[in-house]
């Protein structure tokens, strides 16, 4: 781990006494909360349905990938399947699938896994962590495809992977079932050559790795999951593997049309305590914070300013995304490891995707000067939206500046008058999510 101890900074900001905090109200924003209470019977249930010949796992390796991505109840659905498989007399074990996360080591992986309570005690199998791959194929443009080698040994290869909107690029396969195997199998070293063509040649290139994969190793089936925006699964589909690429778009839109997003029309200063890998690839989601390493996102908020306060404690000091910020707290950049991160960021080829914003020295000073640095707005009354994270846009707090404004948007519920912000004796915001 490599953590830098940033210098104070004391900034002088003319015409910072224009700038009033407003008082904020607790809102709920109201999305399509149609989710699955059972997710261990509705794996079961379409493990049971959807794959023929379960004897032809019997006596069977089976390799289920795993990723960094946070996923609740993640343990519950990968425990089941390593079940169900049991109970079919095969003998599953799990590998991480997730690149260069994880500090590109194998025990780092495993920490990641850890975190999700994904153990080899708690997941009754064997977890098999390594950074070496085989080589598997070349593509048309002489890209190697790479896998897992404890993947490649096995009888068979579960691909497991919540589907979602990427962060840097759209197209037809983003973040999903596929990439999986582009990239999460692939590891670090295979990770790495795919992202060297950039991000603009993963519409074509992540589903020609995905049929070399069916043609030259023994994928068993697909496992594909969707979260609605409550952060809660709302659709899991097993399926054959050669229903797998076209499973994968399909859940893709569902996945985008239940997304969660701001429904205010505009932001002065969004505030968000915490980014991670558990949340987004880039920390906090592109798809809804308008910010990206890449082009094509910039239409989806209209936010003049971005406030990071602090990271999860899941991204274990992993700080992608922090760049995106216009500015940060010299505390929160001291809880970034920059080797982790930068690795992270070099596999990607997306070096903006490594620089740091403006910092003060705590929140108070932070939300000012966003405040006072955002143009032809009202210093004493600006429009302040303030979340955990991305991935809980259920519950927010606005500035009461948009009481008016929300009033005739009915997804939008107030729960709460208006309260000042409360900071501590240090000027860091004192929250109550």
Same mark, same amino acid.
């Given at each position: 781990m490599q953590f830098i101890e940033f210098p104070p900074m004391h900034v002088k900001v003319e015409g910072l006494e224009q700038v009033r905090l407003p008082r904020m109200v607790r809102a709920r924003q109201v999305?399509?909360?149609?989710?699955? @209470?059972?997710? *261990? #019977?509705?794996?079961?249930?379409?493990?049971?349905? !959807?794959?023929?010949?379960?004897?032809?796992?019997?006596?069977?390796?089976?390799?289920?990938?795993?990723?960094?991505?946070?996923?609740?109840?993640l343990d519950v659905m990968v425990r089941t399947v390593v079940e169900v498989l049991q109970e079919w007399q095969a003998a599953p074990f799990i590998v991480p699938a997730m690149?260069?996360?994880?500090?590109?080591?194998?025990?780092?992986?495993?920490?990641?896994?850890?975190?999700?309570?994904?153990?080899?005690?708690?997941?009754?199998?064997?977890?098999?962590?390594?950074?070496?791959?085989?080589?598997?194929?070349?593509?048309?443009?002489?890209?190697?495809?790479?896998? @897992?080698?404890? *993947? #490649?040994?096995?009888?068979?290869?579960?691909?497991? !992977?919540?589907v979602k909107p990427h962060t840097d690029f759209r197209a037809?396969?983003?973040?999903?079932?596929?990439?999986?195997?582009?990239?999460?199998?692939?590891?670090?070293?295979?990770?790495?050559m795919f992202h060297a063509m950039g991000f603009s040649t993963f519409a074509e290139?992540?589903?020609?790795?995905?049929?070399?994969?069916?043609?030259?190793?023994?994928?068993?089936?697909?496992?594909?999951?969707?979260?609605?925006?409550?952060?809660?699964?709302?659709?899991i589909e097993v399926m054959e593997a050669d229903q797998l690429l076209e499973a994968d778009a399909r859940l893709l839109e569902i996945a985008k049309a239940k997304m969660a997003r701001f429904l205010v029309p505009s932001i002065d200063v969004l505030m968000i305590d915490e980014i991670g890998k558990n949340i987004s690839g880039n920390g906090a989601d592109s798809n809804i914070t308008g910010r990206s390493n890449s082009a094509g996102f910039e239409d989806i908020l209209d936010c003049k300013k971005l406030f990071i306060r602090g990271l999860t404690e899941e991204t274990h000091h992993n700080g992608c995304g922090i760049a995106h910020a216009d500015v940060t707290t010299r505390r929160c950049l001291n809880d970034i490891d920059f080797e982790t991160t930068w690795i992270n960021v070099v596999t990607a080829t997306m070096l903006n995707g490594g620089k740091i914003p403006m910092y003060m020295e705590n929140d108070r000073d932070a939300l000012m000067l966003a405040v006072r640095t955002c143009n032809g707005i009202d210093f004493a009354a600006p429009k302040i939206v303030h979340v955990l994270d991305t991935l809980h846009l259920d519950e927010i707090a606005l500035s009461e500046t948009y009481l008016d404004e929300i009033a005739s948007i009915p997804e939008i519920e107030v729960l709460s008058d208006p309260y000042e912000l409360q900071f501590d004796p240090e000027g860091f915001l004192l929250t109550n999510w």
């Open positions: 999305f399509d909360s149609a989710r699955i @209470d059972d997710v *261990a #019977a509705h794996i079961r249930q379409q493990m049971q349905a !959807n794959l023929s010949d379960k004897q032809r796992f019997a006596g069977k390796r089976l390799a289920i990938t795993v990723g960094s991505r946070g996923i609740p109840q690149g260069s996360h994880g500090g590109a080591t194998a025990e780092g992986q495993l920490q990641m896994l850890a975190t999700y309570n994904v153990t080899e005690e708690s997941m009754g199998c064997p977890i098999l962590s390594s950074m070496e791959v085989v080589r598997i194929s070349t593509l048309p443009d002489g890209t190697p495809v790479y896998c @897992d080698k404890n *993947a #490649a040994a096995a009888d068979g290869i579960v691909i497991l !992977n919540k037809k396969h983003e973040s999903g079932l596929a990439k999986m195997m582009a990239i999460g199998l692939a590891k670090h070293k295979g990770a790495s290139r992540i589903p020609q790795v995905c049929e070399e994969f069916l043609a030259h190793l023994p994928i068993a089936f697909g496992v594909g999951i969707v979260q609605n925006a409550y952060d809660d699964i709302s659709d």
